[in-house]
């Protein structure tokens, strides 16, 4: 697959999309939240759909049904990341561990034109988010952060569930005020890859 037919196919979704690379840590928790809440979601993995620690795993796949799984033709994490970047219209970025993966995509977000937005630890609103999602009027959302094992040296694994559900809840308001709902069993649709 091409990063231009990708863009295509995580277009073709109504939105709002969430897009995320497929990491554990952040990626996972934004991907989790985002099904539960009935958004179509695209995990972008690197080839041999790997993770930090190996391969995806049948019950990690399990965990993430209802996604569109898509696997790159290069194993680099960094060309998953900026082509996380280039699909999306803009980029949440939750960093509260200074991982390097983080820096890669702020990079790639900045020479890429694409908005970012880095709150602080304990920062992201609901609030935040829906001016934020307004303001850019971006309808394929990158979230990403750190993977597991920095936010689990940090200290940081279980602060930014809430606040992933505060996002969350902001993208599902606002697709349900743009009057973007999506129709039932859509979320299945991409779920094999």
């Known amino acids: 697959m091409t990063e231009s037919s990708l ?3 995580v277009r073709d979704d109504r939105g709002p999309v969430i897009v995320t690379g497929g990491q554990t840590g952040v990626d996972t928790y934004a991907a989790r939240a985002a099904l539960r809440a009935g958004l179509r979601v695209h995990l972008i993995f690197p080839a041999g759909l790997r993770q930090e620690d190996g391969p995806l795993t049948p ?6 049904a209802g996604a569109a799984v898509h696997e790159l033709g290069e194993p680099s994490f960094r060309y998953r990341t900026w ?20 820096r890669e995509t702020a990079r790639a977000a ?7 937005l880095s709150p602080g630890p304990g920062a992201l609103t609901a609030e935040l988010a829906a001016d934020w999602l307004a303001e850019t009027r ?25 606040q992933l559900a505060a996002f969350v809840a902001a993208v ?3 697709r349900d005020a743009l009057g ?4 039932p069993g859509a979320r299945e649709r991409g779920a094999g890859g």
């Open 172 to 174: 599902r308001q606002r």
């Open 83 to 102: 082509t996380c970047v280039y699909v999306s219209d803009a980029v949440l970025l939750l960093d509260p561990a200074g991982g390097s993966g983080c």
């Open 138 to 162: 971006a309808q394929v959302v990158l979230v990403a952060g750190c993977r597991a094992s920095v936010l689990a040296r940090a200290g940081q694994s279980h602060g930014l569930r809430p």
């Open 110 to 116: 900045r020479l890429l034109g694409r908005p970012l």
């Open 59 to 64: 019950s990690r796949r399990r965990a993430l």
């Open 7 to 9: 863009r295509r196919d």
């Open 180 to 183: 973007q709902i999506v129709p």
